[in-house]
C-alpha cells in the first residue's frame, strides 16, 4: 500500500498510519496483481478519493495492487533428478534391488509447511507476509537431498522364514542463517525470520537458503524377519508374525540444526547451528497377521 500511494502522489506517510504491516492479511498469488477489499475508514482522505469511495469513509473499498507495488517474487520450486535402478525379481528363494539418485531441488518456496522455522500450519506459513522476508529465500529448499542411495530385498532361508532388509543412504540437508533484517521495518517485526545474520563478528550479511551449512550423511539399516508357522488350519486362512528392525545399527546422524543465529532481538543466538534433529534411535516391531 505504501508503494502504491507513492506511485499515485498519495501521502506515503498518512498510508503508513494505516498500513504498518499487519493490517490484514490476504491470501494471493506471489509475483501476480493483487486486487482486495479493505474498509474504507481506514485509508486516508486523498487514498480514499483515488479509490472512488464514500467520503464518509463508511463501507469497504476495492483496490488493485500491480505485481511490482506488492514486490514478492512468483513461486520457484524445480526439482530436477537423473535415476539409475537395478532390479532382480524374486527368484530361487531370494530378490534385490537397488537405485541411485542424484537429484537438485531449489527454489523459493517448500510448499504448504516450512522447515526452515518449523511452521506447520498448512497453507499459512510467513512465505511472502511481506517484501522483506523474501530475501534470501532462493536457493537449497529443505528437502534437498543431492545423493541417495537405496538398496532392499529379500532371501527365503525356509519355505516358511524369509529375511528382508532395506539399506538407505542420503547426503545432508543445508541451512541458511534466519535472523532479523537489517532494512525492512515490516520484515523486522517478524523477529528472526529474514535470512540475514552476523557470522562472523563484522556485520549482518544475506545468508540466502541452504548456504551457511548442512547436516550429515544420514545412514539407515532396516531388517525385517518373516515367519509362517506350519499349522493345521481351515483352507484359505494363513498366520504369519513378523519381526522389524527399525535402525539397526542404532545411528545418530544429524537430520536436522539449528538455524536461527539470532534472538527476536537481534542479539546472537549461541545455540546456532546446534543438532535439533536425528535418526529415530533402534525399534523394534512385533507384529502378528491373519489372513482369510
Not at 511472502?128 to 541417495?148: E, M
Not at 516358511?160 to 538407505?168: K, S
Request: some cysteine.
Amino acid at each position: 500500500m505504501l508503494n502504491f500511494a507513492a506511485d499515485n502522489g498519495l501521502n506515503v506517510d498518512d498510508m503508513a498510519d494505516s498500513f504498518g504491516g499487519f493490517t490484514q492479511f490476504i491470501l494471493f498469488n506471489p509475483g501476480s496483481d493483487v486486487s482486495f477489499f479493505t474498509d474504507a475508514a481506514g485509508l486516508p482522505g486523498d487514498a480514499l478519493a483515488l479509490l472512488g469511495g464514500d467520503a464518509d469513509g463508511d463501507g469497504l473499498v476495492e483496490v488493485n495492487l500491480t505485481a511490482d507495488q506488492v514486490g514478492v517474487p512468483k513461486v520457484r520450486r524445480r526439482y530436477t533428478a537423473f535415476e539409475l535402478t537395478a532390479e532382480r525379481a524374486f527368484s530361487d528363494g531370494w530378490s534385490l534391488q537397488g537405485s541411485y539418485v542424484w537429484g537438485r531441488l531449489r527454489g523459493n518456496y517448500e510448499g504448504a509447511v516450512k522447515s526452515d522455522n518449523g511452521q506447520t500450519d498448512s497453507g499459512l506459513t510467513q512465505d511472502f507476509d511481506t517484501r522483506g522476508l523474501t530475501d534470501g529465500i532462493q536457493g537449497r529448499l529443505p528437502n534437498d537431498r543431492q545423493h541417495t542411495f537405496k538398496l532392499f530385498g529379500g532371501y527365503q532361508i525356509t519355505e516358511n522364514f524369509t529375511v528382508g532388509a532395506n539399506v538407505t543412504v542420503q547426503s545432508p540437508r543445508h541451512f541458511g542463517c534466519q535472523g532479523v533484517h537489517p532494512t525492512d521495518d515490516i520484515a523486522q517485526q517478524f523477529g528472526a525470520a529474514s535470512f540475514f545474520c552476523d557470522l562472523d563478528g563484522n556485520g549482518t550479511v544475506l545468508t540466502p537458503r541452504g548456504s551457511v551449512m548442512k547436516s550429515e550423511w544420514t545412514k539407515n539399516v532396516d531388517l525385517k524377519f518373516s515367519y509362517v508357522p506350519e499349522l493345521d488350519l481351515p483352507e484359505n486362512i494363513r498366520l504369519g508374525f513378523t519381526i522389524d528392525i527399525f535402525n539397526v545399527f542404532n545411528s545418530e546422524d544429524v537430520t536436522d540444526r539449528n538455524e536461527f543465529g539470532t534472538f527476536d532481538s537481534g542479539q546472537s543466538r549461541p545455540t546456532f547451528g546446534d543438532p535439533t534433529g536425528f535418526l529415530p534411535p533402534r525399534t523394534v516391531r512385533f507384529s502378528g497377521r491373519l489372513v482369510f
